[in-house]
């Protein structure tokens, strides 16, 4: 988006906590261009024009602290990144979304700030934004800018995606009680409380206990009122037509007044009232059958029209519904009274809002000429003209709350109702004089039963009580302990977490939990590969939360994911920070260590204050996110004697570490229980490869801190093995004919250090390594990954990426070639499976092949291959140790 010579470069939308915010933000990138020269200040009338289209500003405080401090603000200059950031803010709160943070700073780039802003929904917000911009600008230049149209407009958008008020409900008291709330569909109100294995749904007042049984009953309202009448339930007598003919009849059988509505129908389409000759029941039978084929006429019932709202097993609230009606005021027509009527806020299209707007159709046409009046009638002041027979909020009917005033048989009649039709959530329908009274003392009835009942008349009456009617359904989808939340295990750092992912799952696929995992290689349910590729973003993770079989999400959590979308979560158990090294910097935004660790620290800023947050004790930027959280922190490092360790558990903290080659799990200085012997687990070498030391160790940490049996850990740590079809592309290591081959997805200068560290913990060999690295990178991280090989390697074989991000042609392989000293041999390649044919070449029996891989399957397929190509009788391919922890 451009105007004014102003661009909008990039918005995003961030839908859980995320680097700037715990909440769902928009992140703008906004270059304001010649603006930045032109604060506030310099337009004269911009400060009143803005306020006079948007008065709800002089309330916001901004940094002065106290209301007005905005306006202060503008009259002082400020730049459009900020006014716009109030400004979405304040349309977003005039289209009924409670929503108050923002910021707005400079990127470092002369003119381009990143504007952050707190939304409830995001389509939205975004208008808003959208809407913001060209209002600010209109502002400025003195331009027309229709505010009323643009206001509208924004309204409508807000319909049509805001949660309707049933859902909203519900939604806002699972969030009281700290329920997960995930949203299914953007525009409907199918919404999921709970993660995995605990998950309930609603949509709007039906849940995933409401019976289907009993909401096709409910729409037959024949079947509805004979089920009814069997056990005693009072009904109105009437029978179902399908002629004009028959429904005059079936009024004079059961007696006038009669009710007209569909057999099939809802929300009081349809239904017409009071009905006492033949041209009304004539006319209402056409007005019902645009609803359905079947009719139903019934003796209308005298009295007062009641909701009863049972829940569960309980009766809950109780509404008066009057019809839509307009006083007179001996001026205006009908038409008109409606129309001052419609004007009221409260009411919208619709059944988003408090109320709903009148619309003039049949149905009111048929109950004015009830009553003697058309449209063009001017009633007298004070006179009360019906514009519906029917009480629905749907068609513009009122409430008063009565909960407190309803008899306690009526109550039991509302209950048993429910009962008879099987539903978990009912709307009651009676017709009486006085609730308070019984039916059975004034010819009153049942009506109809409601599945799925609007809770509007509730929450909203137009006079009475509110009642907050999401609470007792809530308590009913979970009673009180009731679980919502499985464990999720987040785990994120710049090395090891695919490795750490893993055996976190081992170690609960040990235990016999269903385990939802997502790591660089695919999405798993209960070790079943559902979706290939790199699954360490959001969506991944929302995947398994939405899964109805999972009981654990240990999911990998990666740099990209978190800037582009932010946590998929709302909280986790356990977060995990395995280390902060040198990589992706450079990238949106991310240029120092700093900010790398900023990144990485919104999974610890996550961690409930229940749960704990793993943290590497040897990793200073890691090991001073404790500051950061309000959960238990459990360090882990190799060795107790670290000054972050023993301050920790001389703090009564807990921790975990080796001693006298044992993984020890300490509580305070006091408690410590020896775990498992490092020769007992063989993807450590027996303790001698030092990243794999730390990926035990933080595992171990991550599944105690989420209260797993430390027998279960120890046995789990025993029993990992790195495969390739355990851990792909991470330190696995195969013999071919004589040469150890070593398949590994280190591509940054600390995992290529660790790599040589494992090397260095294995015999000797003459070594090749056939090697690539990402594009991405910048120059000084490549140079320092390439340096960072040196130690371990004596020839070279150096391939592009398919891959190549941005750089072109051989530019990494001349840059990588270019840090090799003079004696070191070096050869290129086209791509990576010529790369390791090369290599392969290179080698002979007891040397080492090292393949630095691009694309993790293809590698592992070439090596198979290479392997049938060996004569039977000669190759040998045995999975020594396999792993590494790479990303």
């Keep these: 988006m451009q105007t004014h010579g102003v661009t909008v470069r990039e918005l995003r939308v961030l839908r859980g906590p995320n680097l700037y915010a715990y909440m769902p933000s928009l992140q703008i990138t906004l270059d304001i261009g010649p603006y930045e020269e032109q604060p506030s200040s310099s337009f004269p009338g911009f400060v009143e024009r803005l306020t006079s289209w948007l008065p709800g500003l002089q309330k916001h405080e901004c940094s002065v602290g106290r209301p007005g401090g905005f306006i202060e603000r503008l009259r002082r200059g400020t730049y459009l990144a900020h006014i716009c950031e109030h400004i979405t803010l304040e349309l977003q709160t005039m289209m009924q979304f409670n929503v108050s943070f923002g910021r707005a700073r400079g990127t470092g780039e002369r003119g381009v700030y990143r504007v952050i802003i707190e939304y409830k929904e995001e389509e939205p917000a975004s208008a808003a934004f959208e809407t913001a911009l060209r209002l600010t600008l209109a502002a400025m230049h003195d331009e027309p800018f229709d505010i009323d149209a643009e206001l509208d407009q924004l309204m409508t958008i807000a319909d049509r995606y805001r949660l309707g008020p049933s859902t909203a409900a519900i939604v806002n008291a699972a969030r009281r009680r700290r329920i997960p709330v995930l949203r299914v569909t953007p525009e409907d109100s199918l919404v999921q409380l709970g993660y995995g294995v605990h998950q309930k749904r609603i949509l709007a007042s039906e849940t995933s206990y409401t019976s289907a049984i009993g909401v096709d009953i409910c729409q037959d309202k024949v079947l ?8 005693g339930v009072p009904v109105p007598d009437g029978r179902q037509v399908r002629t004009a003919k028959e429904a005059w009849q079936v009024a004079q059988e059961v007696g006038l007044p009669v009710v007209i509505k569909p057999a099939d129908g809802n929300q009081g389409k349809g239904v017409s009232i009071n009905l006492t000759n033949k041209e009304d029941v004539t006319e209402a039978f056409k007005i019902a059958r645009q609803f359905d084929r079947d009719v139903l006429v019934e003796r209308m019932i005298q009295g007062r029209d009641y909701r009863l709202l049972v829940v569960g097993e309980e009766f809950v609230a109780a509404a008066r519904r009057d019809p839509a009606q307009v006083v007179g005021d001996g001026e205006h027509t009908v038409a008109e009274l409606v129309d ?52 629905n909020l749907s068609t513009g009917g009122t409430a008063t709350d009565v909960t407190d005033e309803v008899h306690p048989s009526n109550a039991r009649l ?45 929450l909203y009456p137009s006079a009475g009580t509110p009642r907050d009617v999401g609470v007792p359904i809530v308590e009913m989808l979970y009673p009180s302990n009731a679980p919502s939340r499985i464990p999720i295990i987040a785990i994120t750092g710049t090395n090891g977490k695919t490795t750490v992912t893993r055996l976190v799952s081992h170690i609960y696929d040990t235990a016999h939990w269903v385990v939802g995992m997502t790591c660089t290689d695919g999405t798993y349910i209960d070790k079943e590969l559902i979706m290939k590729g790199d699954c360490s973003g959001p969506k991944s993770a929302q995947a398994i939360l939405l899964h109805p079989h999972v009981e654990v999400a240990v999911l990998e959590t990666a740099r990209g994911g978190i800037l582009r979308e932010g946590l998929a979560f709302d909280e986790c158990k356990v977060g995990v920070v395995t280390n902060v090294t040198s990589d992706h910097l450079g990238m949106s935004g991310i240029d120092t ?25 040897e990793d200073p930027l890691v090991a001073e996110m404790a500051a950061e959280t309000h959960a238990e922190v459990i360090y882990f490092c190799r060795k107790s004697s670290n000054h972050v360790m023993s301050a920790h558990l001389a703090g009564g903290g807990r921790g975990v570490f080796v001693e006298n080659e044992m993984i020890v799990l300490a509580t305070g200085n006091d408690q410590r229980v020896d775990l498992v012997e490092m020769s007992r687990i063989p993807f450590t070498l027996g ?30 740590l025993t029993t990992f093995e790195t495969t390739p079809q355990a851990v792909p592309g991470r330190f696995n290591t195969f013999n071919f004919n004589g040469v150890e081959v070593i398949l590994d997805y280190g591509h940054n200068p600390a995992a290529l250090r660790a790599l040589g560290e494992a090397i260095a913990a ?36 150096i391939y592009d990426s398919v891959d190549r991000r941005g750089r072109e042609r051989n530019e990494v392989v001349d840059l990588v070639c270019q840090q090799l000293p003079p004696d070191v041999s070096c050869s290129t390649a086209m791509g990576q499976q010529e790369g390791i044919h090369m290599a392969w070449r290179q080698v002979r029996p007891g040397d080492r092949l090292i393949v630095i891989c691009d694309e993790v399957d293809e590698s592992l397929e070439i090596l198979h291959s290479l392997a049938k190509s060996i004569d039977d009788d000669v190759a040998c391919v045995n999975p020594l140790i396999a792993e590494r922890v790479s990303e």
């Design 224 to 231: 509805t009122n004979h089920m009814l009448r069997r056990v």
């Design 414 to 458: 509302a209950k048993l109702a429910a009962q008879i039709l099987s539903l978990d959530i009912a709307g009651i329908d009676m017709l009486c004089e006085d609730i308070s009274r019984p039916l059975a003392e004034q010819d009153g009835a049942i009506v109809e039963v409601n599945a799925a009942p609007g809770l509007r008349m509730h």
């Design 593 to 617: 260590l700093d900010d790398l660790a900023r990144v990485k620290q919104v999974v610890i800023e996550a961690v409930g204050r229940d749960g704990a947050a793993v943290l590497n004790a």
């Design 762 to 797: 294995l015999p000797e060999r003459r070594t090749v390594m056939s090697f690539t690295l990402p594009g991405d990178r910048r120059d000084e991280d490549l140079i320092e990954s390439t340096r960072a090989t040196l130690a371990y390697v004596d020839a070279y074989v």
């Design 340 to 391: 001052l009527l419609n004007q009221d806020p409260r009411r919208r299209p619709g059944h988003s809002s408090t109320l709903t707007r009148v619309e003039i159709n049949e149905a009111v046409e048929l109950t004015l000429d009830q009553q003697c009046v058309s449209l063009d009638t001017i009633p007298a002041a004070g006179q009360t003209v019906k514009l519906r027979n029917n009480c």
């Design 687 to 716: 303790g001698r490869i030092p990243f794999q030391v730390m990926n035990a160790l933080t595992a171990t940490a991550a599944a105690w801190g989420a209260g797993l049996s430390p027998a279960m850990i120890a046995r789990a």
